[in-house]
């Protein structure tokens, strides 16, 4: 489910317990060092402002990030609020399942909602 | 073992089949976000040049990048080179052991020279 998109960029959300978002440029890339510099430098502000939204929405143990992209080599940064009671914490998403719990989160609408409003208004500055 | 340092940051070696190194700030922030900006660009900076010469030095299939800190909330970046055949791949290195191969790698002791050249570099011309 793509939860934003502007000319450069799209969000999509990952199905998971956790609130879980994943950046991908629209131009494919296969790394980071690959893209053009100005392109990786908006990433990483775009990256800013998603980590900024759901650490003030969510309230979360721990922000993780990561980009991999093994199967198919196009890169993308995930996301992750992480609990201390979610399934796998303080393990990665990727690592050994530790526990299952069910975790009571606000109405991720609303935060997609803000995500989107902090992107527009990021780029309405530029 | 530390293999850079300078004023701001340090890069630690991770023991490892594949070459994976770690990047940590010397002030520690619990997450990339709690940097100050100028800190944070001079992060991605210093990553590129990371990933830029693990890609040249061993040519990896993939390069991948991590930010967890969940056990010890001091935020740090994971870089790793992947190959088809290391033992994890196309896992994260955190997930699921596939087999046990053994790698044949050039040296690391010229990567670590090669590498802090290229950091040397990189902040005598800024």
Chains 1, 2 share one sequence.
Do not use: C
């Not at 999509?12 to 893209?35: A, C, H, N, R, V």
């Not at 989107?116 to 500055?125: G, I, R, T």
Request: no cysteine; hydrophobic share 40%.
């Amino acid at each position: 489910m793509v939860v934003y998109e502007d000319k450069d960029f799209y969000i999509q959300k990952e199905l998971s317990q956790i609130p879980w978002l994943k950046i991908f440029t629209k131009e494919p890339y296969k790394e980071l060092g690959d893209m053009p510099k100005e392109l990786r430098l908006q990433l990483w502000q775009v990256y800013d402002i998603v980590e900024y939204e759901m650490k003030s929405y969510y309230n979360p143990t721990k922000i993780n990030m990561a980009s991999f992209a093994n199967m198919l080599p196009r890169v993308h940064i995930h996301v992750m609020a992480r609990f201390e009671n979610d399934n796998y914490f303080p393990n990665p998403m990727w690592g050994e399942k530790l526990r299952d719990t069910a975790l009571t989160l606000p109405d991720e609408n609303l935060f997609f909602k803000r995500l989107k409003e902090a992107l527009h208004e990021f780029y309405s500055q530029k």
